[in-house]
């Protein structure tokens, strides 16, 4: 009886990405277009607790779930949950820069959405490569809140580039479909 009655413990609540609303706020999206769009970024990314992507986008799914998710160690003694642990109390659940501690933060912390990157070997625009995504968390950035995570295992470095690499695309593709809505599909367009 106290099983069917739901006694149990709690289900964790289910996390979502939030939509960057000051992009579609500042294209107009009407609801129903927010709403569209949201569920293409999650059926192509998943959720901050279970990630999901496609073959195309070249990346590890298994450091994706190593990052990803709630805080919490294996019994082997390996910490999940990587991003929250480390790293969006200052850039956010979504990647957005605007983690909890972020507004005493100067300067702010980056906002992995659009992609841009300032400490980078590549040419603009092109993205970072994966050495120096690499690069800043081994050596952080002085001047700013952004440490050094050198005192973590490889492994656990390597999950945390991918995911950064992984909300970079989530945010590109999301403003890639504003911008498709606000563009190309006019007022009688489905």
């Not at 496609?54 to 990052?67: G, R, S, T, V």
């Not at 990647?95 to 300032?118: M, S």
């Not at 470095?157 to 504003?178: C, F, N």
């Amino acid at each position: 009886l106290l099983i069917v009655g739901g006694c149990g413990p709690p289900e964790p609540e289910q996390v979502f990405f939030q939509s960057n609303m000051r992009e579609m706020v500042s294209n107009q999206i009407e609801d129903y277009y927010q709403r569209e769009i949201a569920n293409v970024t999650r059926a192509l990314f998943g959720t901050p607790d279970k990630p999901s992507v496609m073959p195309e986008m070249k990346l590890d799914i298994k450091q994706l779930q190593f990052a990803a998710g709630p805080v919490w160690d294996d019994q082997q003694g390996g910490s999940h949950g990587l991003y929250r642990k480390h790293c969006a109390h200052c850039h956010g659940i979504n990647g957005d820069g605007q983690g909890p501690t972020a507004q005493f933060l100067n300067p702010y912390p980056r906002d992995y959405r659009p992609a841009i990157f300032k400490f980078k070997s590549t040419y603009n625009p092109a993205r970072p490569t994966t050495e120096d995504l690499h690069r800043v968390l081994m050596n952080g950035i002085p001047g700013t809140a952004m440490p050094s995570f050198s005192l973590l295992p490889p492994a656990e470095v390597a999950a945390l580039v991918e995911y950064v690499k992984y909300l970079s695309m989530r945010g590109q593709m999301e403003t890639s479909l504003i911008g498709y809505v606000f563009d190309e599909l006019g007022e009688d367009d489905d």
